[in-house]
Structure formats: structure tokens, C-alpha cells
């Protein structure tokens, strides 16, 4: 059974930065496909980044050029560092983790970030 704990969520002012993380267990973390999503309030789930198996990533327009997704598969974690962040920014955001041979999704229990002044 795959468990995710996310951390480093916050409240932090316009153009601060914040980095998160999400670490794994139960799985064979270095064949995983990660990535991170997160649900403004009144809005849909969007996907904000992913890091595959090879280490290849990809970004939301949105985010691109402010946010860098990583991960340390001897740690079992990933990360997501958000730099000059914007208050739309603001939003739970979720580690998703995909299972590349089953297809099958596990996701962790969210972290709260709060862009504000």
C-alpha cells in the first residue's frame, strides 16, 4: 500500500517561496511517475508538474519558469520548489503518485498554501 506525506505548505507573502515535499513509502519509489496537483478554492484539480521514472518533467503553463519539480529516489521523496509565488497561486496542493505498470494513482493528503499579504 502506497503512502504519501506531504510537507512544507504555508503562508507566505507575493514573491516569496516555498518548497514542499512528499515523501513515500510502500512503493518501488524509483519506477513511480510523480507529481503534483493542487484545487484552488471554486476550481477544478489542476496538474501542476510531474517528474516520470527517467526524470523527465513537465509544467503547467501557469507555473513554468517558477516552479521545479525534483526527486531524490534515495530519499523516496519528491519535491516541488515554488518561487516567485502569486496569490493565484494559492491552493491545496496534492503528490500524486502513478504506478507506470498498473496505471494505478495514490495521492497524498494535501498541504495548504496561502499566498497573501
Known amino acids: 500500500q502506497v503512502q504519501l506525506v506531504e510537507s512544507g505548505g504555508g503562508l507566505v507573502q507575493p514573491g516569496g517561496s516555498l518548497r514542499l515535499s512528499c515523501a513515500a513509502s510502500g512503493t518501488i519509489f524509483r519506477l513511480a511517475s510523480m507529481s503534483w496537483y493542487r484545487r484552488a478554492p471554486g476550481k477544478q484539480r489542476e496538474l501542476v508538474a510531474t517528474v516520470t521514472s527517467s526524470n523527465s518533467t513537465n509544467y503547467a503553463d501557469s507555473v513554468k519558469g517558477r516552479f521545479t519539480i525534483s526527486r531524490d529516489n534515495a530519499k523516496n521523496t519528491v519535491y516541488l520548489r515554488m518561487n516567485s509565488l502569486k496569490p493565484e497561486d494559492t491552493a491545496v496542493y496534492y503528490c500524486?503518485?502513478?504506478?507506470?505498470?498498473?496505471?494505478?494513482?495514490?495521492w497524498g493528503q494535501g498541504t495548504q498554501v496561502t499566498v497573501s499579504s
Open positions: 500524486n503518485h502513478r504506478n507506470i505498470r498498473t496505471g494505478e494513482n495514490d
